[in-house]
């Protein structure tokens, strides 16, 4: 079946330091990819999209590249702020059913 | 402003009590979703409504129920809670077409059963 798997967290960087986040996935077919950001309190909001292999999705200084090869679609960003201090969800559609499936959910705490 | 309306935001429940959470959209989408977030398990798919006047299981169905009301609404019944069903629940909707879409996510009722 279809799963997504995400580093465990949580994550602790000070302020301006590279980030990571590891997403991997299992599906048949040919999934859309999506990072989902939560802040304390809130609802999901979508962070950003690949739909096909090789796209790469970014929005707000981060960036994830759809790697078919390695079944993997990691979220990095350049300069975290304290202000991305949050839960992160990677999640795949599946092309056959049209679900989303999430991974568990990786916390990144920034500090300043 | 557009969106996933979905109340109440909070809500403590006796074991054995009953309760509806409510979902509307406003962006005539045709799919509708409830999941439950729990600490460490991400979201879990409780059901669906791929349109109007359909409904399915998804991962975690027991011990609830829905309702697809039109295709604005999409209701979420426990007949009786209990402890177990102590989570966030948050309701989304999607645009039709498989595959490239996200969903859009109302802003979650955080329950709690005693």
């Known amino acids: 079946g279809n799963s997504v798997t995400q580093m465990e967290g949580p994550v602790t960087l000070s302020e301006e330091a590279f980030l990571t986040i590891n997403c991997t996935y299992t599906?048949?077919?040919?999934?859309?990819l999506f990072w989902y950001v939560q802040y304390p309190g809130e609802g999901l909001q979508l962070l950003l999209k690949?739909?096909?292999?090789?796209d790469k999705g970014s929005n707000k200084g981060f960036e994830a590249t759809y790697r078919k090869e390695t079944t993997s679609f990691h979220l990095e960003k350049g300069s975290v702020q304290v202000s991305d201090s949050a839960v992160y969800f990677c999640?795949?559609?599946?092309?056959?059913?049209?679900?989303?499936?999430f991974g568990q959910g990786t916390t990144l705490q920034v500090k300043p | 402003n557009a969106g996933v309306t979905q109340t109440p935001k909070f809500q403590v429940l006796k074991t054995g009590q009953s309760m509806t959470l409510q979902c509307a959209q406003d962006?005539?989408?045709?799919?509708m979703y409830w999941y439950r977030q729990d600490p460490g398990m991400g979201l879990r798919l409780i059901y669906y409504?791929?349109?109007?006047?359909?409904?399915d299981k998804g991962e975690v169905p027991n011990g609830y129920n829905v309702s697809r009301l039109n295709k604005r609404e999409f209701s979420l019944r426990l007949e009786s809670a209990a402890p177990s069903q102590t989570s966030v629940y948050f309701c989304?909707?999607?645009?039709?077409?498989?595959?490239?879409?996200?969903?859009?996510f109302g802003s979650g009722t955080r329950l709690t059963v005693v």
């Open positions: 962006m005539n989408h045709n799919s």
């Open positions: 599906a048949t077919g040919y999934p859309s």
């Open positions: 409504s791929a349109s109007e006047g359909t409904t």
């Open positions: 690949a739909t096909k292999a090789d």
């Open positions: 999640a795949l559609r599946s092309s056959n059913t049209g679900k989303l499936i």
């Open positions: 989304a909707s999607s645009a039709p077409g498989q595959g490239t879409y996200g969903y859009t």
